[in-house]
């Protein structure tokens, strides 16, 4: 048999023969083991996720979507999701990560909103050394932007790291977000009668048994089990979509991604407690040969399952006709809640659809990881000079300027983008009048050495991006990636990020409104680190565009700077020392230093404000001197912190921003600080060409010219070589 | 008056067009798909940018040979204003309507940025409220931008006042530094540059002004 191997453990076979009473047939058992996939039915994680709340003010949900919805005010609403192509990418990174847009851009179409923006989060091993990686990253990007352009969706932000745990591997990470009217929503619902539709790409055998690849660890190259993408089938779907919508057409929806019809029958069979006779004859296949199980399996892309009525079929046939995608009617809704799939009369599975897409969850032990107590323990020496240090750093592949990937991704088409990417966040106009607000991180390293804090401070970091434009964030989306959960110390650090991130979301009180769990990340050389992504969305009543800083602007910088060099760039990329102390979160003064920016900037107080995070107050004060390219003359004995020289130039402690201050606003922005009892320092002035950071009594002297020809150049240099 | 944007399968900046010449400058617009005829009043007509074809065989290639093209090159005779952006102008050059050829970006990617332009030729519908040696700040977006004639073309251009744009700087390896290029008559233009994506000061950077001058010349054609 040609078709994938099945993947249904042998427990999980009784479990399935129990549930419907009889010896499951051959298409049965195909279609059970693609659904219950560690990918498509989160087995492992599904119980634990409830951690994380999901409701509040601005939540929609509504049954069947894929993706999360949020209302954005008068009417409009803002759709969101997170998808991970990272198994595809780790074997043909351009194809993997090209079809991991198209995925979750059909989520979003799914509810009925066009995708107006994409954000992707990059992870591979170590470029500067590994000709691979950098074959892998520079694959993705290329993947990325291939796709993306050629829609028309801009691809608005994101994130790239490297670190050798990403070795032979790769993460690819896309988020994206729709906007709508709120009548415009698809609201799922079918009757008996009402026809299934299978719209756009022909089915072939290309990602047979991807969602069983994606479950299992990085072994062998399964190329066929990689999809094929291609951008301008999924546009002409998009445009489809949305008129069919625009006409009414559209009573149910759901896009075919990991598991293909397998998954998108038995799910929104399930969620709209209706059943599903469908014949796999009429599928549009790419080849004639296809057998029933490659056919209900394959996950070939661009493909839309739409239910529609009786009366509506022949307008929806008249727009693909218009857009010439392929369109056939494949089954028809039941009212016995079964999935039954035949070929012509001959039916091949009679099965309970909320059997197939309900695998029974799993509670796998968990355990701390020994690798915690046996962490590097080394503490680097204190030097006089640091100028040689931040030189390093700044052309790291780390921190390097990011331009090289955002140029080659058309972040203006459509026209909403008014804070374009480089900066913490990126900003999109609405249509209402309103702003929104995107970001994306993550921070493995951090991760690695303290999972629950780790999973905390990227999310706080990823608010903080948010708070630096002007927005508040509004909800969150997660994308939870790690190793086997079969191994009790990886599903500890899955559990413990759980709990950092659900501790932080309740205390801010963002919902989470949607997300993601991608487990059996891992090569023959062992599991990724920990890397939980978060993408937050945020809204602005008011547009804050940063000013160019000038001659005489005053640095505030904001929050308490601590001995905690654990996973910093410092520790990881100068010493290479894995261990120390993480950064840790306390909630309320996040809250507090949140609101009082917030408010700064509400107040038109500041020119600019920019987030501190990796490299620390040195990087980031370089940052912000690199892109107005102007210098400094900055002493950080006066800022907020108790630590030894080298943490206060370098260390990652979270909830710090840094103010660029007129001074003639500069009273007014201390005293609110001094209200709301927020640290704060005076760190000093932004003037002349060269960048000079003082601390306890050693000196950081660099021409901004020079560092920022090292930072921009960077990370092209070392792609190409 | 009347504009028609054409929209071809695969292309993605109609809808930006469409905002800026109805909502920014007020003017009647109609969309055109490939396979119809183009109405007869239309007082101009945009190509928009995008990847007509998934830009498949060559940017432009298969557009050019779509039904409504033979239209385009009837009014082109008729003397209406034609503009092409991005793609729009990848399609007006394969269907033989502009000289030249536009080939992969020397960076062999896509390149999205803002540059600054340089008006050469203010005697065309969407240039006549520049001055010549006017600069505009302006966006660009394509993999396949790079402006290719052979030398004897670019001679007969010059002498045909043909080059409507430069780029003030070297961007993509273009002939000339050439940003965009008119036929004889002057009333089809091609530009690789977006200026539906710099004229509203909430999406320019560099404030806006200049860049719209494009679209108040084909305001004051009508006028």
Redesign the interface.
């Known amino acids: 048999m040609r078709c994938c191997k099945l993947s249904l453990e042998p427990g999980e076979l009784e479990n399935l023969k129990s549930r419907i009473g009889r010896m499951p047939t051959r298409t049965e058992m195909h279609i059970v083991a693609a659904e219950w996939s560690e990918h498509c039915s989160y087995k492992s994680s599904k119980m634990h996720l409830k951690k994380l709340p999901m409701k509040g003010p601005l939540v929609i949900s509504e049954k069947g979507y894929d993706s999360g919805v949020l209302d954005a005010g008068n009417g409009y609403v803002i759709t969101a999701h997170i998808e991970s192509h990272n198994h595809p990418s780790a074997v043909e990174p351009y194809g993997g990560a090209a079809t991991g847009v198209g995925g979750v851009i059909r989520d979003i179409l799914s509810a009925g909103t066009r995708p107006i923006a994409i954000l992707d989060g990059l992870r591979f091993g170590d470029i500067s050394t590994d000709m691979h990686s950098r074959w892998l990253f520079k694959s993705a990007v290329?993947g990325i932007?291939?796709y993306g352009?050629?829609?028309?969706i801009p691809t608005v932000g994101g994130e790239v790291e490297f670190d050798e745990c990403y070795q032979n591997y790769a993460l690819v990470d896309v988020a994206a977000v729709g906007f709508g009217k709120r009548a415009d929503l698809v609201r799922n619902h079918a009757q008996k009668g009402d026809l299934v539709v299978l719209l756009g790409g022909m089915t072939g055998r290309d990602g047979i048994g991807g969602s069983q690849f994606a479950s299992d660890s990085l072994e062998s190259e399964n190329r066929s089990a990689v999809q094929i993408p291609?951008?301008?089938i999924e546009?002409?779907i998009i445009e489809a979509v949305i008129e069919a919508r625009r006409q009414n057409l559209i009573h149910a929806m759901k896009d075919l991604g990991g598991g293909g019809l397998s998954c998108a029958i038995s799910e929104t069979a399930d969620a709209l407690e209706i059943g599903m006779d469908v014949d796999v004859k009429m599928v549009h296949t790419r080849e004639q040969d296809m057998n029933p199980e490659e056919i209900m399996t394959s996950e070939s892309q661009e493909r839309m399952l739409i239910i529609t009525g009786q009366p509506e079929l022949e307008l929806l046939q008249n727009i693909c006709k218009?857009?010439?995608i392929s369109c056939s009617v494949i089954g028809h809704v039941t009212a016995d809640r079964q999935m039954r799939i035949r070929r012509g009369q001959e039916i091949l599975a009679d099965i309970p659809a909320g059997v197939v897409a309900n695998a029974s969850l799993l509670d796998l032990p968990s355990k701390r990881p020994q690798y915690l107590d046996e962490m590097d323990k080394r503490v680097p020496e204190q030097i006089n000079n640091y100028t040689e240090i931040l030189e390093r750093l700044l052309t790291s592949p780390n921190i390097a300027s990011r331009a090289w990937v955002?140029?080659?991704?058309?972040?203006?088409?459509?026209?909403?983008?008014?804070v374009?990417p480089g900066l913490d966040a990126s900003v999109l106009?609405l249509d209402n009048g309103r702003y929104l607000a995107l970001t994306i991180d993550a921070n493995p390293k951090h991760c690695h050495v303290n999972p629950r804090q780790g999973a905390a401070g990227c999310f706080e970091e990823a608010c903080r991006n948010i708070v630096c434009v002007g927005a508040r964030p509004a909800g969150m989306l997660d994308h939870l990636q790690f190793g086997s959960p079969e191994n009790p110390e990886i599903f500890w650090t899955f559990l413990e990020s759980l709990e950092g991130l659900a501790e932080y979301a309740k205390i801010l009180e963002i919902p989470c409104i949607g997300g993601k769990v991608s487990l059996y990340n891992e090569t023959p050389a062992g599991p990724i680190k920990p890397t939980p992504m978060i993408a937050i969305l945020g809204l602005a009543d008011k547009?804050f565009v940063a000013q160019k800083t000038s001659e005489g602007d005053s640095l505030i910088v904001l929050g308490d700077t601590k001995n905690e060099m654990g996973g910093s760039e410092y520790y990881e990329y100068i010493h290479k020392i894995t261990g120390g102390t993480c950064p840790a979160v306390d909630s309320a003064t996040s809250k507090k230093n949140m609101n009082a920016v917030l408010d700064i900037i509400d107040g038109g107080l500041v020119k600019s404000v920019h987030d501190c995070s990796k490299g620390g107050l040195a990087v980031a004060i370089s940052e912000l001197c690199m892109t107005s390219g102007i210098g400094c003359s900055t002493n950080l004995d006066d800022t907020p912190g108790d630590a030894p020289l080298d943490a206060m130039l370098f260390s990652e402690s979270h909830s710090r921003y840094l103010l660029v201050v007129e001074p003639k606003n500069k009273d007014a922005i201390i005293s609110l600080l001094k209200e709301r009892r927020v640290f704060f320092g005076d760190a000093g002035r932004f003037g002349g060409k060269k960048m000079r950071i003082e601390c306890k009594g050693s000196m950081i002297d660099l021409s901004v010219d020079k560092a920022q020809k090292g930072w921009s150049s960077s990370l092209g240099r070392l792609v190409h070589g | 008056m009347r504009v028609g944007i054409v929209v071809f399968?695969?292309s993605?900046?109609d809808?930006?067009m469409y905002?800026?010449l109805a909502d920014v400058f007020g003017l009647e617009v109609t969309y055109c798909?490939h396979e119809h005829n183009l109405p007869d009043d239309l007082d101009g007509i945009v190509l928009p940018?995008?990847?007509s074809?998934?830009?498949?065989l060559r940017a432009g290639a298969i557009a050019a040979r779509s039904p409504v093209i033979a239209d385009v090159k009837k009014m082109a005779q008729r003397s209406v204003p034609i503009l092409g952006v991005c793609n729009g102008f990848q399609i007006l050059v394969e269907a033989g309507l502009l000289p030249g050829a536009l080939l992969k970006n020397d960076s062999l990617?896509?390149?999205?940025?803002w540059t600054e332009l340089i008006v050469n030729s203010s005697r065309t519908p969407f240039t006549s409220k520049f001055s010549k040696g006017q600069r505009v700040p302006i966006?660009v977006?394509n993999?396949e931008g790079r402006y290719y004639a052979d030398a004897d073309t670019l001679k007969e251009m010059e002498r045909n006042d043909q080059i409507v744009f430069r780029y003030g700087d070297h961007v993509n390896g273009s002939s000339d530094k050439i940003a965009g290029v008119c036929n004889v008559e002057g009333n089809v233009v091609g530009m690789m540059p977006?200026p539906?994506?710099a004229a509203?000061p909430?999406?320019n950077?560099a404030g806006t002004g200049t860049t719209s001058l494009i679209f108040e010349s084909l305001c004051g054609v009508a006028s």
């Open positions: 290329s932007a291939d352009n050629c829609l028309g291609d951008p301008f546009k002409l218009k857009f010439r955002y140029n080659q991704y058309d972040h203006e088409v459509g026209i909403r983008t008014v374009r106009r547009l | 399968p695969g993605n900046c809808r930006d905002h800026v798909w940018g995008g990847f074809y998934g830009d498949r990617s896509f390149m999205c940025g966006p977006a993999s977006h539906e994506r509203e909430e999406i950077p």
